[in-house]
């Protein structure tokens, strides 16, 4: 099934293993030159996505913005296409089922590397707002003094949480701790999604990461340590969600423990 969007941005495939193939992109230096990309990948976020990219757009960034979108039922893709018809820089990448934010956060890095002049910097965030998008600069501001991944950090010292009851942070601070001893470095906040990679880092990891759902903050981790790269925190304040439903499932937390217990398995056999 193929489907483009009416002003002609982006050219899209769905196939029936679910990847997204991006066939053809328009060409032209606002679409083909920024030097930042933001990835949102998206499921039911229309009560949040207009107003998220339009804070976006107001940044005083050259900023590309690329939304992974897993066919929301509510209608988050149509809202895209329209911003698309004011905005030229933005990119939508419509799948066709609920595929998870690993795959989206790949789907979104391997897609920006197609172009011919890809991003130096890629952030990953939200799109709930549980991430302020007026912290993108700052993230970018780490990444320039030569780190290859930056962590929007809630537990780095400044960072703050609100709205999040005690039972979710108690489970945060010792998933991370876990988390932290398994892939041997020290972040404290090692499960934040707001995060800003370089070009170089991802043109290195990206065909290493195969994880589905919400494991994949911990491989971009362990890829770093296998590779060498300088990772950095800095604070952020993380906010619980205010509109829009949680999208962490059974099946995720699952799949994020049985990973986790790989990974500190497979660390035990190393040592």
Do not use: W
Not at 190 to 208: A, D, E, L, P
């Amino acid at each position: 099934m193929e489907e483009s969007t009416t002003s002609g941005k982006i050219f899209t495939t769905k196939d029936l293993v679910g990847k997204t193939r991006v066939d053809q992109m328009m060409k032209t230096e606002a679409q083909n030159g920024q030097t930042v990309a933001v990835v949102l990948p998206t499921y039911c976020e229309a009560e949040n996505i207009e107003s998220l990219v339009r804070e976006i757009e107001e940044l005083e960034l050259d900023v590309l913005v690329a939304v992974v979108d897993d066919s929301s039922p509510d209608g988050t893709a149509e809202i895209v296409k329209r911003l698309q018809e004011e905005y030229d820089n933005i990119f939508l990448f419509d799948r066709p089922e609920k595929l998870g934010l690993g795959t989206a956060i790949t789907t979104g890095f391997r897609s920006l590397l197609r172009l011919e002049n890809q991003p130096n910097y890629m952030i990953t965030m939200d799109a709930d707002y549980s991430h302020n998008p007026r912290d993108i600069p700052r993230l970018i501001s780490a990444a320039k003094t030569g780190s290859d991944l930056v962590i929007g950090s809630r537990y780095y010292k400044g960072g703050m949480i609100s709205g999040l009851h005690l039972g979710r942070r108690l489970v945060s601070r010792l998933a991370n701790f876990i988390v932290a001893t398994t892939v041997g470095l020290r972040v404290r906040d090692c499960t934040s999604g707001f995060r800003c990679y370089s070009k170089r880092y991802v043109k290195t990891v990206v065909h290493n990461l195969h994880t589905q759902t919400y494991e994949i903050q911990i491989e971009t981790l362990r890829q770093a340590r296998l590779h060498g790269f300088n990772v950095k925190e800095i604070p952020i304040t993380f906010v619980g969600r205010k509109r829009g439903k949680s999208k962490l499932t059974t099946t995720e937390v699952h799949a994020f423990l049985t990973y986790t217990l790989k990974a500190v398995l497979g660390r035990l056999l190393t040592f």
